[in-house]
């Protein structure tokens, strides 16, 4: 599998950009699709997961952030609204399939300028 992330950037603090992210090869549904994130200095930590039970996310971003699958399922998106500061990192694209593993995107810069 293959993950190709795009978005992000310098964004003002309270503003809503748009992460996708691609996937090429076998994605099943079992995979698991989701974002991470490593701020400086930090652990990198899941952000918000989904699979067709539904979505998961971390307690910080509940509420501001959401993720969501294209009609292919091959496409995840992470919608980001109300960012704060402590929300700069890279955040990285993942799936996870159960006997397979994980696998990582490139990373995409996202800097929330207060």
């Known amino acids: 599998v293959q993950l190709q992330a795009s978005g992000g950037g310098l964004v003002q603090a309270g503003g809503s950009p748009r992460l996708s992210c691609v996937a090429s090869g076998s994605i099943s549904s079992m995979t698991v699709m989701g974002w991470y994130r490593q701020g400086s200095g930090n652990q990198r930590e899941l952000v918000a997961t989904i699979t067709d039970g539904g979505a998961y996310y971390v307690d910080s971003v509940k509420g501001r952030f959401t993720i969501s699958r294209g009609n292919a399922k091959s496409t995840v998106y992470l919608q980001m609204n109300s960012l704060r500061p402590d929300d700069t990192g890279v955040y990285y694209c993942?799936?996870?399939?159960?006997?397979?593993?994980?696998?990582w995107g490139q990373g995409t810069q996202v800097t929330v300028s207060s």
């Open positions: 993942n799936s996870y399939t159960p006997g397979r593993g994980h696998y």
